[in-house]
């Protein structure tokens, strides 16, 4: 199955998603040798921090046509500037935030989205005791009013931060208006149509992975994606 | 290099990550099955919800000894007990909250640990404004009270919210103070020694990879793990 994957995603064009899910690291880590004053860096470098093999940094480098140079190795500028373009997040993404519960203000004042290319440009809940409150500058709009707002803002993805039981007749709306692509933090399994995309993020179960590793001592740095 | 570590990780008769991560999904889903009224489900069901194919499914649950029966499937009862098990969730964990930012405090008020086997039991933050107030119950402790609470509380798991700026530090003192394990909610790559567990979850690199989808029509249900 994983190879099946693998093949179909390589047919498309597309990589495959362990390589995309190392790239955001990769852009990560780019950012803190930037910080440190480095504009260069070798897959190398890169390799270690991450505890990844070099060859496999190179590898997933060239997928996306980046190759470093012998002695000199990859400019960091043009690495990020190529990672971006090949995640799609060389532009601003503007964001639905819908829910607003703890979770939700607390995504509201999180500062690092906008360092990475997002910005929460409205946020919505169906809760008529906040509708029209104002939260860190944000008007809270009653999610009848997404489908003109993503006219109108351009929005193709939304923050789902709302309760579980109401999390499915939500996404229905969100995709009903035009969302293609949530990030739900809702810990239920949702339905959607084959072409929209959903992440969930789910607290619990990094919880339970990392009880699993503690439990068998088995250690290590591993990240969610 | 994955066929050397799931080779590895089978001669200590530990599962492979991706199935250890599927455990979790499995539990979800058992759940939601126990709420809608079943006490017996088929591999089929299971699989189907998740999107998977029956034979993973099964392949997965022979790994830790459970096998359905033709035509009555899985007694939904014990087949949680036996995941619980297999992950360490079988008992209550308490875990140390450290960092009272924004997302310290929806981590608080976070209703979904308790259900799952975790308990926030403490709560520090280095800030001598924040230090002796009380958050939702919690009184606020100096990440200086950190070793003494490890010991008396039984604590060996830790949530980091802390700024990226003092993560290294905060995670040295957590290691020095007994905690073996950390759910790292700060965008930096921690160092820590080879035994210590750290799971990042990086809001930011599940919005990357959400816009990776989005933009290439890939569409799908995913979870961060």
Redesign the interface.
């Known amino acids: ?1 994983p190879n099946e994957r693998k093949k179909k995603a390589m047919d ?1 064009k ?1 990589a495959p ?1 362990a390589v ?2 190392r ?3 990769y ?3 780019l950012e ?1 040798f930037q910080a440190a004053g480095q504009s260069r860096v070798s897959s190398n470098q890169i390799a270690e ?2 505890q990844l ?1 070099d060859a ?1 940094v190179r590898k997933d480098l060239a997928f996306f046509g980046q190759f470093g140079h012998p002695g000199i190795g990859y400019q960091i500028d043009d690495l990020q500037a190529a990672i971006r373009k ?4 060389d532009r601003l ?1 503007p ?1 639905a935030l819908v829910g607003l519960g ?2 939700g ?3 509201i ?2 500062r ?2 906008e ?2 290319g ?1 910005r929460i440009a409205a946020v919505f809940d169906n809760d008529p005791r906040k509708v029209g409150t104002v939260v860190s500058d944000y008007e809270v709009q009653s999610i009848d009013a997404l489908p003109e707002a993503v006219k109108t803002l351009g929005l ?2 939304a ?1 789902l931060t709302v309760p579980s039981d109401v999390a499915q007749d939500v996404v229905n709306k969100l995709v009903s208006s035009g969302i ?4 739900n933090f809702a ?4 339905r ?34």
Chains 1, 2 share one sequence.
């Open positions: 199955m498309r597309l998603r995309v899910g790239l955001s690291l852009l990560r880590q803190a921090v991450l093999r496999q090949a995640l799609g997040t993404w964001i703890n979770l203000r607390a995504l004042r999180y690092e989205f360092r990475h997002f193709s993805i923050a293609r692509g949530i990030l810990p239920v399994a949702l959607v149509q084959p072409e929209i995309s959903v992440i969930s993020v789910d607290l619990s179960i990094q919880l339970e992975q990392l009880v699993y590793k503690v439990t068998h001592a088995s250690g290590g740095v591993s990240y969610s994606n």
